[in-house]
């Protein structure tokens, strides 16, 4: 039996043994997925104790992604960029270390809003988090040439500037309210708008119309800020589809088979999330 885990500090909340569970029974493979509260100072420890607890490698989450992303002895550019590492596995008992969150909130945008790329024209980000490092390293990627980071404490997304670099600037987070009159993709990655707490204060009044707004927020899945975008016309991409894509990779390397995002595996987290 294969087995791997996701570990965090606390880990209650995870919805990732939902959803490698979910893929476990449908492609019938004899493997486990559990999820273990491992404390900061223990996380270094347990990672390099992988094999010998019989696991083939495991899920981080906050606080011990970057913990994570220093004690890897591999570590894929995805990874690098971010500073943090998410999926965690082993290559000739080398840890190897990935953050999937970058090709998790790509891949859905792409399959949600397709054609979201104007080519001159630029990305607006709120938050600079590791959330938001993960996508503006996305769009980098993918080619934009001018990605604006908003950000309430702007020595952090000057700071996220710095160490992305090319064609990412800071602008005022006070400036933020008509973003979507000139981003051909808004993309809030803060925290506001979780369990409908605040409000981000964008207008969407004169926003243009092939603007897509997307959030990574899916408690609601539909935030304040998607229905007020839905309720003005614009494509929204929501906060859902990042969590379960960012999920493909980790389960490949586990446990050989290609995972697929199905309305099936999209109903058995939303069930969930209503549960709560
Ligand atoms: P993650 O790593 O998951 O992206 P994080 O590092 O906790 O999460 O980042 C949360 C983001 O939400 C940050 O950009 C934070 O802004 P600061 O850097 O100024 O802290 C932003 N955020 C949280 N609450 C906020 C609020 N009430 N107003 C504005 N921004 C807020």
New binding site residues.
């Given amino acids: 039996m294969i087995r791997a885990c996701v570990i965090g500090w606390p880990i209650e909340h995870s919805r990732s043994p939902l959803i490698h569970g979910h893929w476990l029974t449908t492609y019938r493979i004899d493997g486990s997925y559990g999820k273990t509260a491992v404390q900061p100072e223990a996380a270094a420890d347990f990672l390099r104790s992988l094999s010998s607890n019989g696991l083939a490698g495991c899920n981080v989450t906050?606080p011990l992604?970057e913990i994570a992303f220093a004690t890897a002895g591999r570590i894929e550019d995805s990874a690098l960029a971010v500073k943090?590492a998410n999926t965690i596995w082993l290559e000739d008992a080398v840890i190897c270390a990935a953050n999937t969150d970058t090709y998790g909130f790509m891949t859905h945008l792409e399959l949600t809003a397709p054609g979201w790329q104007n080519s001159a024209s630029p990305v607006a980000i709120?938050?600079?988090?590791?959330?938001?490092?993960a996508i503006a390293y996305g769009f980098q990627q993918a080619g934009v040439e001018e990605i604006v980071i908003f950000?309430?404490?702007r020595e952090?997304?000057e700071a996220l500037c710095q160490d992305l670099g090319k064609g990412l600037r800071t602008a005022d987070?006070s400036k933020r309210a008509n973003c979507a009159d000139w981003a051909c993709v808004v993309v809030n990655?803060?925290?506001?708008g979780m369990k409908g707490a605040?409000h981000l204060g964008l207008d969407f009044a004169s926003a243009r119309p092939d603007c897509v707004v997307a959030d990574?927020v899916y408690v609601p899945l539909e935030t304040s800020l998607l229905k007020d975008a839905h309720a003005h016309g614009l494509r929204t991409v929501d906060g859902l589809g990042m969590l379960l894509h960012q999920a493909v990779p980790g389960f490949e390397r586990w446990f050989g088979v290609r995972p697929e995002v199905t309305p099936a595996l999209r109903r058995v987290v939303l069930d969930d999330l209503g549960a709560q």
């Fill in positions: 906050v992604k943090a709120l938050g600079a988090g590791g959330a938001a490092r950000n309430r404490t952090r997304a987070w990655t803060t925290t506001i605040g990574i």
